[in-house]
């Protein structure tokens, strides 16, 4: 028997701005280190790797955020196949840039290479911080119970009475 809880328990940060928030530090502090230490092709591709892995990485999240909300039984195989699909899509960006043509003097790979390397360690860092840091409880307690039945008689729910 299953109850459906009337308040609210979760606190704190959600795990996608978390996330978000480490991603999004993590793309300027290398934008900035690139811009200082390289010329300008690094800092396009430090910003281009960064936005990019942020924007996949988002939009897995909000889509395994909202079917997580609407049919939990499905959102094991909705994260799953999200995270398969995020690679799928950084290789396509990757390999659209490569037969694009994109010179060394447009975009430093290895500055975007890092982008995506430092985004993607921050952005797990940022979720599972934020996650584990959100109040969940594991069962709600039952806010009122009548005086004519006992605690124990709400948990027992069979036919066949006392054994």
Known sequence: MTTESTQDTRTGFPPLLGALAAGA????????????????????????GGVLTLAVFAAGTAVVTVV?????????????????????????????IERAGVSDADLSR?????????????????????ATRQRIPVYDLPSETSPETSPSDALVDHPGGER
């Open 68 to 96: 997580a909300r609407l049919m939990p039984s499905a959102s094991l195989l909705v994260a799953l196949m999200t995270y398969a699909l995020q690679l799928l899509v950084l290789a396509l960006c990757i390999a659209a």
């Open 25 to 48: 530090a993590a793309v300027l502090v290398l934008v900035g280190a690139a811009a200082l230490v390289d010329d300008r092709a690094a800092v396009v591709g430090a910003a281009g």
């Open 110 to 130: 290895g500055w975007f290479a890092a982008a995506v390397i430092a985004v993607t360690l921050l952005w797990v860092t940022g979720q599972l911080v934020a």
